[in-house]
């Protein structure tokens, strides 16, 4: 078996992202928009979900912001946002944005195991599909984030369904078949030409994250598995109408640290 620790994980998925972050975009740029808050391929937005509550004047951290439309959106909103991502080439393409939209975000490039923040210094933190999926020590990346948020400060992730280890990445009918054990927790990795990983995901069961959050200190408030809309007919990857209407794709972590 390919190793895939915190180091390998690091620097195979910093090396993706810079690389694949053009052809990211094309595919996927019209739907996430530049200064618009997705939090999931169902579609889930925060304008409608609120997930985040109050931001107005809060000051906010954003985990693995891509290219920051998320951070952007807040920001339009009087939040007080800091982005950052471990991929250069994705912060590249938010300092594009930045300058299509006028609303810029201080972006810092970062580890999420290694937050280069003093503790205590945001009100809330989020992230939307960034960071937590990539890295080997997802407890260490918890710990993190709790550090920098002050008490009572409000943390909200959204990852894949853990369910959807068990099929493979296919939105057709192919994917609706179970190919593996839930319980399997051998991370996903690509390698490229010379056997060096190149790309790598990290599974945690729904307890598994339970029992992560709650060691970093964190209350667990609610747990949101968006339902597939009615007639939305979008795609992405593995997400698809067929796959939605029947299983979850996504989960939606919503903590907070006691006050």
Same mark, same amino acid.
């Given at each position: 078996? =390919? ?10 998925? *910093? ?17 996430? !928009? ?12 925060? $304008? /409608? ?14 985990? !693995?912001?891509?290219?920051? %439309?998320?951070?952007?959106?807040? *920001?339009?909103? !009087? ?16 300092? /594009?944005?930045? /300058? ?31 960071? =937590?999926?990539?890295?080997? @020590?997802?407890?260490? $990346? ?29 939105? !057709?009918?192919? #994917? ?7 319980? @399997?927790?051998? %991370? ?5 030409? /010379? #056997?060096?990983? $190149? ?7 729904? #307890? ?25 007919? &979008? ?8 796959? &939605?209407? =029947? ?10 640290? %006691? #006050?």
């Amino acid at each position: 078996m =390919i190793g895939a620790d915190q180091a390998r994980s690091r620097a195979a998925n *910093r090396r993706w992202w810079d690389a694949d972050a053009d052809d990211y975009h094309a595919e996927h740029g019209a739907f996430l !928009g530049d200064a618009d808050f997705v939090w999931c391929p169902e579609n889930l937005r925060e $304008a /409608d979900a609120r997930l985040l509550g109050e931001v107005e004047g809060r000051r906010v951290l954003e985990v !693995g912001c891509g290219s920051a %439309p998320c951070a952007r959106w807040l *920001r339009a909103r !009087g939040a007080d946002v800091v982005a950052f991502d471990l991929s250069a080439g994705m912060l590249r393409h938010a300092r /594009d944005a930045a /300058d299509r939209t006028g609303v810029a975000v201080p972006l810092v490039q970062a580890d999420v195991c290694e937050l280069p923040f003093t503790d205590a210094a945001f009100d809330l933190a989020f992230s939307a599909f960034g960071a =937590i999926p990539f890295v080997a @020590d997802s407890a260490g $990346a918890l710990r993190e984030v709790a550090r920098v948020l002050r008490p009572g400060g409000r943390w909200v992730f959204s990852v894949t369904h853990p369910m959807r280890w068990m099929f493979p990445d296919d939105p !057709g009918p192919r #994917g609706l078949t179970v190919i593996q054990s839930y319980f @399997d927790r051998s %991370p996903y990795v690509e390698v490229d030409q /010379d #056997g060096v990983p $190149a790309y790598v995901e990290h599974h945690r069961t729904l #307890g598994d994250r339970v029992r992560e959050l709650r060691a970093a200190g964190f209350v667990l408030d609610d747990v949101v598995e968006p339902e597939w809309p009615e007639g939305f007919e &979008g795609r992405w990857g593995q997400w698809s109408p067929e796959r &939605g209407e =029947i299983f979850p794709g996504t989960a939606i972590f919503c903590c907070h640290l %006691p #006050g």
